[in-house]
């Protein structure tokens, strides 16, 4: 079945560094993609989305790109800062009822 | 003014006990969630309602059940709680069935001893 596959965390950064953070699906067709963040302490929140083959979602920095070729959507900053610090959940849309599945998610620290 | 609530943010419980998690959302969507994070921080969906009517029910136990008196409520009750219901809830809300984006509350941290 369709699913999303994220790379293991945890990942430790010092700010400035550069971010990435990779997310392959497996699926039947093309299904919109997404990067979820949760911060400590709360709720998810989008982050970007791509809804086709060669999107690029961008947002605060980070970009990814719906790469059907390579059936990725890697996440990527050019630069971290310690306000970064967060679980990254990658995600994509199963299915006609807005059902949202979600990748294991990866934990970031940026460190001063 | 919060898009996403639930109450309480905190529930600390006994084996065998009933108890409810409330969310509400202001923004006017049509559709609404639940979903269970666990301690390796694992997001599942567990319900969805789309004006009121079920959509989504995934594979949980049915001591769990959803209720959306309107489709701006999404309520979640938990009959005869268990040590593994331990887990953050979280709910969402989306514009409709058609629009990807959900807006997440802040969740609720579930203890059962």
């Known amino acids: 079945g369709n699913s999303v596959t994220q790379m293991e965390g945890p990942v430790t950064l010092s700010e400035e560094a550069f971010l990435t953070i990779n997310c392959t699906y497996t699926?039947?067709?093309?299904?919109?993609l997404f990067w979820y963040v949760q911060y400590p302490g709360e709720g998810l929140q989008l982050l970007l989305k791509?809804?086709?083959?060669?999107d690029k979602g961008s947002n605060k920095g980070f970009e990814a790109t719906y790469r059907k070729e390579t059936t990725s959507f890697h996440l990527e900053k050019g630069s971290v800062q310690v306000s970064d610090s967060a679980v990254y959940f990658c995600?994509?849309?199963?299915?006609?009822?807005?059902?949202?599945?979600f990748g294991a998610g990866t934990r970031l620290t940026v460190k001063p | 003014d919060t898009a996403v609530s639930q109450t309480p943010k905190y529930l600390v419980t006994q084996m065998g006990n009933d108890k409810s998690i409330k969310c509400e959302q202001n923004?006017?969507?049509?559709?609404m969630y639940w979903y269970k994070q666990d301690s390796k921080k694992f997001l599942k969906i567990m319900f969805s309602?789309?004006?009121?009517?079920?959509?989504i029910n995934e594979t949980v136990p049915n001591r769990f059940s959803p209720k959306s008196p309107d489709k701006a409520h999404l309520n979640l009750h938990i009959n005869s709680l268990e040590l593994g219901d331990s887990a953050v809830y979280f709910c969402?809300?989306?514009?409709?069935?058609?629009?990807?984006?959900?807006?997440f509350g802040p969740g609720t941290r579930l203890t059962v001893t």
């Open positions: 309602y789309n004006n009121k009517e079920l959509i």
């Open positions: 995600a994509f849309l199963r299915g006609n009822n807005n059902d949202m599945r």
């Open positions: 699926a039947t067709g093309y299904p919109s």
């Open positions: 969402a809300s989306s514009q409709d069935l058609r629009v990807g984006e959900q807006y």
């Open positions: 791509a809804t086709k083959a060669d």
């Open positions: 923004l006017g969507h049509d559709t």
